[in-house]
C-alpha cells in the first residue's frame, strides 16, 4: 500500500542526524544571506531572520522543519521504511542548500506576491 508523502516527510522529523544538517545548512544559509547587498529584495527581514537562526539555529530548525521536509528535493530524496515508520532522505548537501535558500523568505514569514 504507498504511504502518503505526508507521512513520509514527517517520519523524517524524527530523524535527528537529517535534522542536524538541516541545522547546519540553515546557519549557512545564513551567513550567505547576511553578505547580500542590502538593496536585495526584502533584505531587511530576510536579515533579521538569518539573525534569529544564528542566534538559535536548534529552534529555528525547530520552527522550520516541517517546512524543509515538504520541500520538493527533500521529498525526492525521502525513503520511507514502512515496517519501522522511519524516513531517511540521500540529499547532498548540494541539493539541500538550494532548498533551504529557496525556502528562506517562506521560512522567514516574508509575503513575496507575484
Known amino acids: 500500500m504507498a504511504v502518503e508523502t505526508t507521512v513520509k516527510q514527517m517520519a523524517l522529523l ?3 542526524e537529517f535534522m542536524e544538517r538541516c541545522q547546519a545548512t540553515m546557519v ?7 553578505e547580500e547587498a542590502a538593496t536585495s529584495a526584502y533584505n531587511q527581514q530576510r536579515v533579521m531572520y538569518a ?3 544564528l542566534r538559535g539555529p536548534q529552534m529555528a530548525v525547530q520552527q522550520g522543519g ?3 521536509v ?10 520511507y521504511d514502512e515496517q519501522t515508520k522511519t524516513s531517511s532522505c540521500n540529499i ?10 529557496s525556502l528562506w523568505n517562506v521560512l522567514a514569514g516574508i509575503h513575496t506576491p507575484d
Not at 549557512?28 to 547576511?34: D, G, H, S, T
Not at 547532498?92 to 535558500?101: E, F, G, K
Open 14 to 16: 524524527r530523524n535527528q
Open 92 to 101: 547532498t548537501d548540494d541539493n539541500l542548500t538550494p532548498q533551504i535558500q
Open 28 to 34: 549557512k544559509v545564513a551567513k550567505e544571506v547576511l
Open 66 to 68: 516541517t517546512t524543509i
Open 51 to 53: 539573525q534569529n537562526v
Open 70 to 79: 515538504m520541500g520538493a528535493s527533500v521529498i525526492a530524496g525521502t525513503v
